[in-house]
């Protein structure tokens, strides 16, 4: 039976009980605070009762996840003042992954499992751009034409503005105004290093819910301090990897443990100048991931930089120090105070400016899903190096991953570049200029999908599926088929077109 993961302790010892673990939650304070060592203590406890991380590692520092501590003195003390009876400097099973490739396993996605309304955001498209944007992934659909990578999808685009007067009759206006946008916005973020994050072999949404030879979980930790120099493509990519969680995984219904725990850091970049449309997609998922066994903590400075939507769902809560400088953070420190269960006489907006490093405001579900009174408590040491590590020592990480090797090795299979690129063009090999779109699908994504106002017209192929539709687009058929997309991909197809 999975134990109980001791946080912090005050007055009282703080658990986060594993049953609840999935019912998401929120580690917030102002910098340099101690938000990311809560985040270590929480993931080192997980780990130990085998349960699968991710996080992303935005300053270079939690890579000393994968190093044992020093065991300092002023640990073994933090140690005995929350009441661990047993301390110890250790390592954790670590896998690296990078988007770019350079500091740990390639991560990469296929332009269709993005899917346009991410691919808009990245693009900062607006609504009829967007719309534009849809119907080309819908024509791509409804030809058999995989989109893979971005020279698939400039190659589509191009298909499409060359033939707007052909498809119009069938699929609606093609404006060469917002063709061109959308191909400047891809030049744009193909200079970003988008080239590399978009491709095969994608990521395989299995290889991050592994564990390690000892049955702890496995610490999959996404270097994101380049990543960070594009915040929307930072937040776009781990929303992608939500949504990818979320359609992925079955209904799990209450577990012992949850199947993975994902940290959302810096979440304000996910929220910020999100439209309302897609807001309305993460709070959906957010709200309904945790029925896959899939717990979602987000890590920011102040909970006012997640919306009411979303913060009433977080359950477990680690509030280190805010500041009180202006009459606006004022403000802040008093709606962060509010949204915690208080004990009468307890003026949560004083100690919440008061805390020191090392000291948060804890509240935690209990075993009847009740969040606990909120208590000023010291939070438990780490176990593991704090700090960077050294490039040989992450190399030596990264070649010991059961998985090296595999996401090195880049895939360019026959696709939409390659199809509408073909010297001599026939039938088998070119979109048929205005056919007929394929009709929609069925089942519980379906229903889902039009639940949330978009109909969904595919699903996740199962391997030997995908390899037959592969061998089928080879031979050139013309069966009609549907390209994979993911579940926040597809949601606004309908609505778009």
Same mark, same amino acid.
Not at 386 to 401: F, H, N, T, Y
Not at 403 to 420: M, N, W
Not at 457 to 465: F, L, M, Y
């Given at each position: 039976?999975?134990?109980?993961?001791?946080?912090?302790?005050?007055?009282?010892?703080?658990?986060?009980?594993?049953?609840?673990?999935?019912?998401?939650?929120?580690?917030?304070?102002?910098?340099?605070?101690?938000?990311?060592?809560?985040?270590?203590?929480?993931?080192?406890?997980?780990?130990?009762?085998?349960?699968?991380?991710?996080?992303?590692?935005?300053?270079?520092?939690?890579?000393?996840?994968?190093?044992?501590?020093?065991?300092?003195?002023?640990?073994?003390?933090?140690?005995?003042?929350?009441?661990?009876?047993?301390?110890?400097?250790?390592?954790?099973?670590?896998?690296?992954?990078?988007? /770019?490739?350079?500091?740990?396993?390639?991560?990469?996605?296929?332009?269709?499992?993005?899917?346009? @309304?991410?691919?808009?955001? @990245?693009?900062?498209?607006?609504?009829?751009?967007?719309?534009?944007?849809?119907?080309?992934?819908?024509?791509?659909?409804?030809?058999?034409?995989?989109? *893979?990578?971005?020279?698939?999808?400039?190659?589509?685009?191009?298909?499409?503005?060359?033939?707007?007067?052909?498809?119009?009759?069938?699929?609606?206006? !093609?404006? $060469?105004?917002? =063709?061109?946008?959308?191909?400047?916005? &891809?030049?744009?973020?193909?200079?970003?290093?988008?080239?590399?994050?978009?491709?095969?072999?994608?990521?395989?949404?299995?290889?991050?819910?592994?564990?390690?030879?000892?049955?702890?979980?496995?610490?999959?930790?996404?270097? $994101?301090?380049?990543?960070?120099?594009?915040?929307?493509?930072?937040?776009?990519?781990?929303?992608?990897?939500?949504?990818?969680?979320?359609?992925?995984?079955?209904?799990?219904?209450? @577990?012992?443990?949850?199947? &993975?725990?994902?940290?959302?850091?810096?979440?304000?970049? &996910?929220?910020?100048?999100?439209?309302?449309?897609?807001?309305?997609?993460?709070?959906?998922?957010?709200?309904? =991931?945790?029925?896959?066994?899939?717990? !979602?903590?987000?890590?920011?400075?102040?909970?006012?930089?997640?919306?009411?939507?979303?913060?009433?769902?977080?359950?477990?809560? !680690?509030?280190? +120090?805010?500041?009180?400088?202006?009459?606006?953070?004022?403000?802040?420190?008093?709606?962060?105070?509010? %949204?915690?269960? %208080?004990?009468?006489?307890?003026? *949560?907006?004083?100690?919440?400016?008061?805390?020191?490093?090392?000291?948060? &405001?804890?509240? /935690?579900?209990?075993?009847?899903?009740?969040?606990?009174? $909120?208590?000023?408590?010291?939070?438990?040491?780490?176990?593991?190096?704090?700090?960077?590590?050294?490039?040989?020592?992450?190399?030596? !990480?990264?070649?010991?991953? @059961?998985?090296?090797?595999?996401?090195?090795?880049?895939?360019?299979?026959?696709?939409?570049?390659?199809?509408?690129?073909?010297?001599?063009?026939?039938?088998?090999?070119? #979109?048929?200029?205005?056919? %007929? #779109? +394929?009709?929609?699908?069925?089942?519980?994504?379906?229903?889902?999908?039009?639940?949330?106002?978009?109909?969904?017209?595919?699903?996740?192929?199962?391997?030997?599926?995908?390899?037959?539709?592969?061998?089928?687009?080879?031979?050139?058929?013309?069966?009609?088929?549907?390209?994979?997309?993911?579940?926040?991909?597809?949601?606004?197809?309908?609505?778009?077109?």
């Amino acid at each position: 039976m999975a134990q109980p993961i001791l946080v912090a302790r005050g007055q009282n010892s703080h658990m986060l009980l594993p049953a609840m673990a999935n019912r998401h939650g929120l580690i917030a304070g102002a910098t340099g605070t101690g938000k990311t060592v809560s985040l270590r203590v929480l993931a080192e406890g997980l780990s130990r009762q085998g349960v699968p991380i991710f996080m992303a590692d935005v300053k270079g520092d939690l890579a000393g996840l994968s190093q044992a501590g020093s065991a300092e003195q002023k640990f073994k003390e933090r140690a005995a003042q929350v009441g661990m009876e047993e301390y110890q400097a250790r390592a954790y099973p670590v896998t690296f992954w990078d988007v /770019f490739g350079e500091q740990g396993h390639p991560v990469r996605a296929t332009v269709s499992d993005m899917g346009p @309304l991410l691919l808009s955001r @990245l693009l900062n498209l607006n609504d009829t751009q967007s719309a534009v944007l849809s119907l080309v992934f819908r024509v791509a659909d409804d030809n058999a034409l995989a989109l *893979l990578d971005l020279k698939d999808l400039r190659a589509m685009i191009q298909h499409v503005g060359e033939h707007a007067s052909e498809y119009q009759s069938s699929y609606g206006n !093609v404006s $060469a105004a917002s =063709i061109g946008a959308i191909q400047r916005g &891809l030049l744009t973020l193909s200079e970003q290093g988008a080239d590399k994050f978009f491709g095969e072999p994608m990521l395989n949404i299995a290889d991050l819910m592994q564990t390690g030879a000892d049955g702890r979980g496995m610490i999959n930790i996404l270097a $994101a301090s380049k990543l960070m120099e594009f915040p929307k493509v930072y937040s776009t990519f781990l929303l992608w990897l939500l949504s990818e969680l979320f359609e992925a995984l079955p209904e799990a219904g209450d @577990l012992e443990k949850p199947k &993975l725990v994902f940290f959302f850091d810096e979440a304000h970049l &996910l929220f910020n100048d999100a439209p309302g449309a897609l807001l309305e997609k993460i709070e959906l998922v957010v709200r309904l =991931i945790r029925s896959k066994g899939v717990g !979602v903590y987000f890590v920011t400075q102040s909970p006012q930089d997640i919306p009411d939507s979303v913060l009433g769902q977080l359950g477990n809560r !680690v509030q280190h +120090a805010l500041r009180a400088f202006s009459a606006k953070d004022e403000k802040a420190v008093r709606a962060a105070a509010q %949204t915690f269960r %208080t004990q009468a006489g307890t003026d *949560l907006s004083k100690v919440l400016t008061e805390l020191a490093v090392g000291e948060a &405001l804890v509240s /935690f579900l209990n075993d009847q899903g009740t969040p606990a009174y $909120a208590e000023r408590a010291f939070v438990a040491p780490p176990e593991s190096r704090l700090g960077a590590i050294s490039p040989s020592e992450r190399d030596a !990480v990264v070649k010991q991953s @059961l998985v090296f090797g595999h996401y090195e090795r880049v895939v360019d299979r026959e696709s939409a570049y390659e199809r509408l690129t073909t010297k001599v063009a026939t039938p088998s090999s070119v #979109p048929s200029v205005g056919s %007929t #779109p +394929a009709a929609g699908g069925g089942g519980l994504l379906g229903s889902l999908g039009n639940l949330l106002g978009g109909s969904r017209t595919s699903r996740r192929q199962t391997p030997v599926e995908a390899f037959i539709s592969s061998t089928v687009r080879t031979i050139g058929s013309q069966v009609g088929r549907q390209i994979v997309r993911g579940v926040l991909g597809s949601l606004m197809r309908g609505s778009s077109r």
